[in-house]
């Protein structure tokens, strides 16, 4: 298991940028998928990407070519860099880690607001 802490939210105006990073302790940092995951209000939870321990990235269609997901395996820390912000990209953001060859996500960040204003 490891334990996941966000940080770097806050407010930002369209088409501003903000950085998010997710500190995980207490597991093998390498050994985990890590993924941004977000839930806007009155939404379901959807996901923002995902990245491999060697460094590929998934993302979703909506944040493509805004969003960029890196990790420091090092560091044992997951980041998540949201450029040209949208009102709509207004939600709590979780950061969040599986084993490879596992489906589900199973640890958890306690998620960071972001919000946008137009």
């Known amino acids: 298991q490891v334990q996941l802490v966000e940080s770097g939210g806050g407010l930002v105006q369209a088409g501003g940028s903000l950085r998010l990073s997710c500190a995980a302790s207490?597991?093998?940092?390498?050994?985990?998928?890590m993924a941004w995951f977000r839930q806007a209000p009155g939404k379901e939870r959807e996901s923002v990407g995902r990245i491999l321990s060697g460094g590929y990235t998934y993302y979703a269609d909506s944040v493509k070519g805004r969003f960029t997901i890196s990790r420091d395996n090092a560091r044992n820390m997951l980041y998540l860099q949201m450029n040209n912000l949208e009102p709509e990209d207004t939600a709590v953001y979780y950061c969040?880690?599986?084993?490879?060859?596992?489906?589900?996500?199973?640890?958890w960040g306690q998620g960071i607001q972001v919000t946008v204003s137009s």
């Open positions: 207490g597991g093998t940092f390498t050994s985990y998928i």
């Open positions: 969040a880690a599986r084993r490879a060859g596992v489906a589900r996500y199973d640890d």
